[in-house]
């Protein structure tokens, strides 16, 4: 009687399925984590700017002596207010295609990075006209998509009501 140390044709064709089938358990894994970082990094790239736009506008109204566009009780997609700072003059925010320019005695810059896209930018004055102006503010950030891959697609809308000093 012989002795075959080696493996029949249907042990190795076993072996190779069963390697194959974790293989591709843990390449799909992979993809998955992937693709969840990904999109994570699209919405704190959100998150952040939404939030830096929105302490910009904030601090704006805040440090406003005036407001001059929305007057009372209007609405538009521009806020223009005289500056305490005489460095600054009047402050005029608003939306250039899909990024958000200001614009005062110090230059013209966008406030937003090249990453995502300002869309919707909506002021509304709230106050009578015996109060100070109370100015609610509403805009959408989404990422800047190009490649259309859903991983890199997120969008975020931002409101706030702020109150001139």
Request: hydrophobic share 35%; glycine share 6%; proline share 1%.
């Amino acid at each position: 009687m012989t002795r075959n140390n080696g493996f029949t044709i249907l042990e190795l064709l076993l072996y190779i399925g069963v390697t194959a089938l974790m293989l591709s358990t843990i390449i799909s894994f992979f993809f998955l984590f992937i693709n969840g970082r990904t999109h994570n990094n699209a919405q704190r790239e959100v998150e952040q700017q939404g939030g830096v736009i929105m302490q910009f506008i904030q601090d704006s109204i805040q440090q406003a002596s005036s407001v001059t566009t929305p007057t009372p009780s209007n609405q538009g997609d521009v806020l223009e207010v005289s500056m305490y700072d005489v460095d600054y003059g009047t402050r005029t925010i608003s939306i250039e295609h899909t990024d958000l320019i200001v614009e005062d005695l110090s230059g013209v810059y966008t406030l937003n990075s090249d990453t995502v896209e300002v869309s919707g930018l909506s002021f509304t004055n709230v106050a009578s006209g015996t109060t100070r102006d109370s100015i609610t503010v509403s805009f959408t950030v989404s990422t800047h998509n190009i490649s259309g891959r859903s991983e890199y697609a997120y969008a975020d809308t931002f409101t706030s009501t702020f109150t001139r000093r």
